[in-house]
T-cell receptor, first 115, second 111 residues
Framework: EAGVTQFPSHSVIEKGQTVTLRCDPI?????LYWYRRVMGKEIKFLLH????????ESGMPNNRFLAERTGGTYSTLKVQPAELEDSGVYFC?????????????FGAGSRLTVL | DQQVKQNSPSLSVQEGRISILNCDYT??????FLWYKKYPAEGPTFLIS?????DKNEDGRFTVFLNKSAKHLSLHIVPSQPGDSAVYFC??????????FGTGTRLKVLA
């Protein structure tokens, strides 16, 4: 079974530019999450999709961040325009949902460096 | 305000000895807890979980203890192996699908 796939693995952009990160969750997982880790800090929740619907976007920093999940499959996270403080590693995770423990499976992350 | 705290940024342990990683939380609504392990340039991988209705869960060399009154959980690794060297994160959920993570503890197991 393929895991959670994220692309690109690393992106270096200048302040003011736009970047789009992509996440392909595990097939059949209805729940998709975006998290971000800034150097040495906690892995911070950004938002949660159930299928194509945003269930909780309370962690999105501001309106420069836009997440979509077309057709309930892959998701994109766009940062426009990027600022220096947006640098960090963006993790995507997915989970099956339903009864029982909700264990998140993470991708390897997309490292974003804004210069 | 950090709801999940891992106050030890790093820990070194000799191979074969016990590693104890600690995690404190402030929100009494948290009822499910996970531990993740993270190697460099990889995503966090799930290690072990515990529900608030239990005070202990064991899986091989890994045991998680939960003290609800103290709002404290710990991960014990016995015996520690060099391959256990990684960053360990605890995460808590208030019964929703959203997990709050700590800042991580870097464990180094010395051969």
């Amino acid at each position: 079974e393929a895991g959670v796939t994220q692309f690109p693995s690393h992106s270096v952009i200048e302040k003011g530019q736009t970047v789009t990160l992509r996440c392909d969750p595990i097939s059949g997982h209805d729940n998709l999450y975006w998290y971000r880790r800034v150097m040495g800090k906690e892995i911070k929740f950004l938002l949660h999709f159930v299928k194509e619907s945003k269930q909780d976007e309370s962690g999105m920093p501001n309106n420069r961040f836009l997440a979509e999940r077309t057709g309930g499959t892959y998701s994109t996270l766009k940062v426009q325009p990027a600022e220096l403080e947006d640098s960090g590693v963006y993790f995507c995770a997915s989970s099956q949902g339903g009864s029982g423990a909700n264990v998140l499976t993470f991708g390897a992350g997309s490292r974003l460096t804004v210069l | 305000d950090q709801q999940v705290k891992q106050n030890s940024p790093s820990l070194s342990v000799q191979e074969g000895r016990i590693s104890i990683l600690n995690c404190d939380y402030t929100n009494s609504m948290f009822d499910y807890f996970l531990w993740y392990k993270k190697y460099p340039a990889e995503g966090p991988t799930f290690l072990i979980s515990i529900s608030s209705i239990k005070d202990k869960n064991e899986d091989g060399r890994f045991t998680v203890f939960l003290n609800k009154s103290a709002k404290h959980l710990s991960l014990h690794i016995v015996p520690s192996q060099p391959g256990d060297s990684a960053v360990y994160f605890c995460a808590a959920s208030p019964g929703t699908y959203k997990y709050i993570f700590g800042t991580g503890t870097r464990l180094k197991v010395l051969a």
